[in-house]
Nanobody, 125 residues
């Protein structure tokens, strides 16, 4: 059983910054688990959920072109915690952000059913 909890969302003005946190618990990222990577997704109203970034023990990738150069992803494996650092936020970044414990072959990310409840990010003046 894997439990995923996101936090850190809120209302921020355009151009501002926000850091989202995600804590994993349970049998995750061990040799017997199905996950070797984790990722951040987001879903805006009326849109499909999209992969923003993912990270493994050896690499990380910002997948969404619209956030490249503005967002970074990091992890502390000892604390089973992942962060999404968001800078120069734009109104179009408004969405519910979710984290996921998934699997990666180093180039692509494959989500599992281990999702958090999401955290709302609203970028508005």
């Amino acid at each position: 059983q894997v439990h995923v909890v996101e936090s850190g969302g809120g209302l921020v003005q355009p151009g501002g910054s926000l850091t989202l946190s995600c804590v994993f618990s349970g049998n995750v990222f061990s040799s017997s688990s199905e996950s070797n990577a984790s990722g951040w997704y987001r879903q805006a109203p009326g849109n499909q959920r999209e992969l923003v970034a993912f990270i493994t023990r050896t690499n990380s990738e910002i997948d969404a072109d619209s956030v490249k150069g503005r967002f970074t992803i990091s992890r502390d494996y000892a604390k089973n915690t992942m962060w999404l650092h968001m800078n120069a936020l734009k109104p179009e970044d408004t969405a519910v952000y979710y984290c996921n414990a998934g699997w990666s072959d180093g180039r692509s990310y494959f989500p599992t059913t281990n999702w958090g409840q999401g955290t709302q990010v609203t970028v508005s003046s």
